[in-house]
């Protein structure tokens, strides 16, 4: 059915659309499947937009799974080519349940900020202003994905598997603010390389005035 309407609408669309629910796994197998039907059918659109991306937590403990993984979303998302993303159904309609939609929202049925609602407040409030620059590493387990703006250089880091691990990092920053997976920051005047710890929130760090940041021994 997707690749019917791939090769029929060729030269239609602008931003092809596509859902994908569940973890980050998943979700990277979704978009490999959606690029590989469009170059099957010829297409050569380099840009997307995914119009459902959340994570259902209709338990209390997978809400810090669903903090981890919709924030692990929008920075695979923008660090691959994506023009947008909307994580599905951002307030819950009702109280929490094994019940589809409104287990998804980022705040709960009475307004309430959810886990989810402070990480992807850290992200945004990171990167706000900042353009995509590389993805310094990408693998099944580790992400880390460089940002630019006036004055500064910021990595945001994370790592799929079940046990944290720790990238190094080289830099030229006078100083390095470190944000948590909730928007806390401290300011330490680094020099020389440093380590990243990383596990499944996302973190980031802002490299003031640097200008080359690379990972290695």
């Not at 309407?5 to 994908?20: M, V």
């Not at 170059?39 to 903090?67: C, D, H, I, K, P």
């Not at 709960?108 to 850290?122: H, N």
């Not at 387990?141 to 790592?159: K, M, P, Q, S, T």
Request: charged share 25%; proline share 4%.
């Amino acid at each position: 059915k997707c690749a019917y309407f791939i090769r029929e609408l060729r030269g239609l669309i602008d931003l092809p659309a596509y859902n994908a629910h569940g973890n980050l796994a998943d979700y990277k197998r979704s978009f490999a499947t959606m690029r590989r039907l469009q170059a099957e059918a010829g297409e050569t659109l380099t840009r997307w937009v995914n119009t459902e991306a959340g994570y259902s937590a209709w338990r209390l403990e997978q809400e810090r799974r669903q903090a981890q993984i919709d924030a692990q979303k929008v920075l695979y998302s923008w660090a691959n080519d994506h023009a947008g993303i909307l994580l599905f159904c951002s307030r819950m309609t009702r109280g929490p349940g094994r019940d589809g939609p409104p287990d998804f929202g980022l705040v709960d049925y009475q307004y309430c900020p959810r886990f989810v609602y402070a990480a992807i407040s850290a992200l945004t409030g990171t990167l706000t202003n900042t353009s995509f620059r590389e993805t310094l590493v990408e693998s099944d387990d580790i992400h880390l994905y460089l940002f630019e703006r006036e004055g500064a250089l910021i990595v945001a880091g994370f790592n799929l598997s079940e046990t944290p691990t720790t990238a190094m990092l080289h830099h030229d920053a006078k100083a390095v603010t470190f944000v948590d997976e909730m928007g806390n920051e401290s300011t330490e005047n680094e020099t020389g390389a440093l380590s990243l710890p990383l596990d499944a929130y996302p973190r980031y760090w802002i490299l003031n005035g640097a200008t080359r940041a690379k990972t290695g021994e």
